[in-house]
């Protein structure tokens, strides 16, 4: 995996705003603020009999890796949002 800074090294692009640190809590947190709007995604994407599969997956998926951002006091692995655009 890339370290969070590694995209800032290539020149031809600048970054349009601040860089944003997240973690799967919050994407938890949001998925479950925005169910409603969510279903119809999912249910495009998965099909309506398994949409509710999916968000169950969906929610595991980020409460499993909530423990894992949670290694080492959090330290040790993160996800970095940087928006780009171009020079």
Same mark, same amino acid.
């Given at each position: #995996?890339? !370290?969070?800074?590694?995209?800032?090294?290539?020149?031809?692009?600048?970054?349009?705003?601040? %860089? /944003?640190?997240?973690?799967?809590?919050?994407?938890?947190?949001?998925?479950?603020?925005?169910?409603?709007?969510?279903?119809?995604? #999912?249910? !495009?994407?998965?099909?309506?009999?398994?949409?509710?599969?999916?968000?169950?997956?969906?929610? %595991? /998926?980020?409460?499993?890796?909530?423990?894992?951002?949670?290694?080492?006091?959090?330290?040790?692995?993160?996800?970095?949002?940087?928006?780009?655009?171009?020079?």
């Amino acid at each position: #995996m890339p !370290s969070a800074n590694l995209l800032l090294y290539f020149q031809q692009f600048e970054s349009s705003e601040s %860089t /944003f640190l997240y973690c799967s809590e919050e994407w938890l947190k949001r998925m479950d603020r925005s169910l409603a709007s969510i279903k119809p995604i #999912m249910e !495009s994407t998965y099909g309506k009999d398994q949409a509710v599969k999916w968000t169950v997956y969906w929610r %595991t /998926f980020f409460i499993a890796v909530a423990e894992l951002f949670g290694y080492n006091n959090g330290e040790e692995w993160m996800v970095a949002l940087f928006p780009f655009k171009k020079k």
